[in-house]
């Protein structure tokens, strides 16, 4: 249908509509609390309730291990430029661990062949934008040189975490971030992949990374 | 009653079998998790104003927002289309989907296509759909129908998806939830990887930065608008929201309301296809905005009902939806919520019924994260089902006739006799497990207790007369 018609229809509809509290006023931008509160604690604590492991040392050696526990040898992860860690892929270059390309070929008919060289990735590694302590969220804004696949495919997601980039909640950060529609894809992330379908019975790591590192920087 | 198969039936009918044991289980499970922590930095009670609000707002000016959001779709290079009914929509998915013969079609979990059936009219099409949701993914393999927005095989055991993976995906039996959550990674992986179009729902979609929005647990709706070149989100006109920050506020209530988390695990936010230089995602982007009744609904009595995040909350304390489970309601959308809208975007007299499934004692009302007044909701929807087509017809005479009864004091005092008697056949004071007859439906569900083995008047007679 005409994009017209179909709003002229929904005009007409909103006409006779018999909504309470018309006429329904925007209640406006939330008032964010701004007491100073060191978020840091507030995050781990709510970032392993949800079965997520925090780590205080160095990238490298926080890859290095998750790497070596599942004899992996490669490794996803995003442009070094977009990670918060200086020399942390030539690093792990040195030590023996491939990054294996999480780019697109040109020839759109490539793009099932590479995707399916995905197929039993185990680590992936990128970093987030923003995190919230009320939540124990990531934000994981994918872009230029920011696969989205990279942390969503591999069994387990790596992620740095700056602590100066910790926020209340969602509501506190999306009330400050600026036009957080310009990103293709930006997704908060709360956890390891879980499930309940079956029997409620919680299970991890269905579809997306069963577990979740966060790297304190 | 005009339907061929009433809600009655379908209850009676369900109630019979395990599945509604499973549900009252698994809901009073959901209950218990709800949960708002105090020391959360999101005080409850305002942020469900605010959710309120909101919602309310984008519905009286649902055509501006709708407008704006287009606008910024197109602006991030993605495509709007617009769907009246659902015989449009399944049209427009079908002629994206379409340009490739036999596309493998990935979806995440969406009321919506469920409502347009659009798997059924793809498959006729030729092209493979896979549900990706585990709980959509083990329905699909059933043949089945999900019974709850949220957990949509609230009905099965782990027994029944066991033998179900056994038979279907050839693999050994195992009823252990996570063996069964591994093969189905596995199985549906290589899916994700290699589908030419991913098609999602829309939790909620924002007007300002046209933004689309999904939740899911899994990852399985993040996967699904990455992996493929094409990525068709199919939105209910109604899941709008302003601005960004708005729907921060929705999905903090949501995921609350739904599960008791404070975010769901991968809140996934997609505004357009890849930008030039993005090492992944769909080269193109998709949305198909469906009426199919909403306009309707949004101009009657009930249009409030638009208001509804879909959480599911209100089904887990229903006390009609605990005893009869979801398949009952015979409909998309199923209990308190479901009875509401249902007879709106439906043809009413397909459902017409579902208004009076319900004692609207409002736990609903109590629960609802927007605070809708499903209650009045429903007597809304009531009023007009007795307008348009009495279900009640057999009320009338049968108040007849017990007025006839009522008015002759000598046969109401022998039908009373009648009935002590009954009683007393039966045995000392014993309940009814069982009546004949038109009195059968009461026991199906619960006893019918023994008549007094005295009247009042007898009673009155003998301890009160005279003084």
């Not at chain 1, 970032?47 to 998750?66: A, C, K, N, T, W």
């Not at chain 1, 020399?87 to 999480?102: F, Q």
């Not at chain 1, 997601?157 to 506190?172: A, E, N, Q, Y």
């Not at chain 2, 348009?388 to 009864?405: H, I, R, S, V």
């Amino acid at each position: 249908m005409e994009r017209k018609r179909f709003l002229r229809t929904v005009e007409a509809a909103v006409g006779a509509a018999t909504l309470p509290g018309l006429p329904a006023p925007h209640p406006g931008d939330a008032v964010p609390d701004l007491a100073e509160v060191d978020l840091t604690p507030h995050f781990i604590e709510a970032f392993e309730l949800l079965d997520g492991v925090v780590h205080h040392r160095s990238p490298l050696e926080v890859i290095s291990q998750v790497m070596d526990e599942r004899g992996a040898e490669e490794f996803l992860a995003w442009d070094q430029e977009h990670l918060p860690a200086d020399g942390l892929l030539a690093a792990l270059a040195e030590r023996g661990y491939r990054r294996a390309s999480s780019c697109l070929p040109s020839d759109p008919e490539g793009r099932v062949p590479h995707q399916m060289g995905y197929m039993d990735a185990v680590v992936g590694v990128s970093a987030a934008l923003a995190a919230f302590a009320e939540s124990g969220s990531v934000v994981v804004a994918s872009g230029r040189g920011r696969s989205r696949l990279a942390s969503v495919i591999p069994a387990v997601h790596v992620v740095l975490v700056p602590t100066d980039r910790i926020f209340r909640s969602l509501s506190h950060w999306a009330a400050q971030a600026d036009s957080p529609g310009s990103l293709a894809n930006l997704v908060f992330v709360t956890g390891p992949s879980r499930t309940g379908d079956i029997e409620l019975t919680l299970t991890k790591g269905v579809h997306g990374p069963g577990e979740i590192h966060a790297v304190m920087l | 009653m005009s339907q061929p198969v009433t809600f009655r039936r379908r209850a009676v009918g369900e109630m019979d079998t395990p599945k509604p044991a499973a549900v009252g289980r698994a809901a009073r499970r959901f209950m218990g998790k709800r949960q708002w922590a105090v020391d959360d930095f999101t005080p409850m009670e305002e942020t469900r104003d605010r959710a309120r609000m909101i919602r309310l707002h984008t519905l009286a000016n649902l055509h501006t927002y709708l407008d704006q959001f287009a606008d910024s779709v197109e602006r991030n290079g993605g495509q709007v289309l617009w769907a009246a009914d659902a015989a449009e929509a399944n049209r427009l998915i079908s002629e994206v989907v379409g340009r490739k013969e036999g596309s493998l079609v990935i979806k995440s979990k969406s009321m919506v296509t469920e409502e347009l059936d659009l798997n059924a009219h793809l498959q006729a099409e030729g092209h493979t759909v896979v549900e990706t949701d585990l709980g959509e993914f083990i329905v699909q393999l059933a043949e089945d129908h999900p019974s709850h927005i949220i957990a949509p095989v609230m009905h099965l055991t782990r027994q029944d998806i066991g033998e179900l993976f056994h038979r279907r995906l050839e693999i050994p039996y195992t009823d252990d939830p996570e063996e069964l959550n591994a093969v189905a990674r596995r199985h549906l992986r290589r899916f994700f990887l290699s589908a030419d179009v991913g098609i999602s729902g829309v939790n909620t979609g924002v007007a300002e930065t046209g933004s689309i929005i999904t939740v899911t647990n899994e990852g399985n709706g993040w996967l699904t608008t990455a992996a493929p070149r094409t990525h068709i989100a199919v939105m209910g006109m109604e899941r709008l929201v302003p601005t960004f920050a708005d729907a921060a506020t929705i999905v903090e209530v949501l995921a609350r309301s739904a599960t008791g988390q404070r975010l769901s695990v991968y809140t996934n936010v997609v505004s357009g296809p890849r930008r030039p230089g993005d090492p992944d995602g769909p080269d193109e982007f998709v949305v198909v905005i469906v009426d199919n009744g909403r306009s309707r609904v949004l101009s009657t009595d009930a249009s409030e009902i638009l208001a509804c995040i879909r959480c599911g909350a209100c089904l887990n304390v229903c006390p009609v939806f605990r005893e009869v489970g979801g398949h009952a309601y015979g409909q998309v959308y199923s209990g308190p919520v479901g009875s509401v809208l249902a007879p709106g975007l439906a043809d009413f007299a397909e459902a017409v019924d579902l208004p009076f499934a319900s004692s609207l004692c409002g736990a609903c009302r109590e629960v609802c994260p927007v605070r809708i007044d499903i209650p009045k909701l429903l007597v809304h929807q009531r009023v007009r089902a007795t307008r348009e087509n009495d279900p009640f017809k057999w009320l009338g005479p049968g108040l007849a006739l017990y007025g006839q009864a009522a008015k002759r004091p000598r046969l109401w005092k022998s039908l009373l006799a009648a009935g002590r008697m009954a009683g007393r056949l039966k045995g000392k004071d014993e309940w009814f497990h069982r009546l004949p007859f038109h009195a059968k439906g009461w026991t199906r569900s619960r006893d019918f207790p023994p008549p007094a083995r005295e009247s009042f008047r007898q009673w009155w007679k003998e301890n009160r007369s005279g003084t």
